[in-house]
């Protein structure tokens, strides 16, 4: 069984970058759909970047140009790289697995995923 645990998250001042990262356990990595999503109060939570085996990334157009999303296969970690963060990137931030290959897709809901991190938090704030 697949578990996730994130960190890095924390307080930014605008324009700022953070780097999040997803330690994963209990699979293997090349064969698994690992998305990020946020979560803002009294909004739904929003898919931001996703990367299947480490090849296959997706980061949809309201974040493309800032944020990126990367693996490291030997720490078994998913980093997300988020940049030029604004006061509206604030919220928490929670990582997902799926194994099914069609990973893009599977970011467009947070119900297409099962398994979740318990999220880190990050504050974009002057």
């Known amino acids: 069984q697949v578990h996730l645990v994130e960190s890095g998250g924390g307080s930014v001042q605008p324009g700022g970058s953070l780097r999040l990262s997803c330690a994963a356990s209990?699979?293997?990595?090349?064969?698994?759909?690992i998305a990020w999503f946020r979560q803002s109060p009294g909004k739904e939570r929003e898919g931001v970047a996703s990367?299947?085996?480490?090849?296959?990334?997706y980061v949809p157009d309201p974040v493309q140009d800032r944020f990126s999303i990367s693996q490291d296969n030997t720490e078994n970690r998913i980093y997300l790289q988020m940049n030029a963060l604004k006061p509206d990137d604030t919220g928490m931030y929670y990582c997902?697995?799926?194994?099914?290959?069609?990973?893009?897709?599977?970011?467009?809901?947070?119900?297409?995923?099962?398994?979740w991190g318990q999220g880190t938090q990050v504050t974009v704030s002057s």
């Open positions: 990367i299947y085996g480490g090849r296959y990334t």
């Open positions: 997902a697995a799926d194994r099914r290959v069609n990973c893009g897709a599977l970011l467009r809901s947070s119900t297409n995923f099962a398994t």
């Open positions: 209990g699979a293997t990595l090349s064969r698994l759909c």
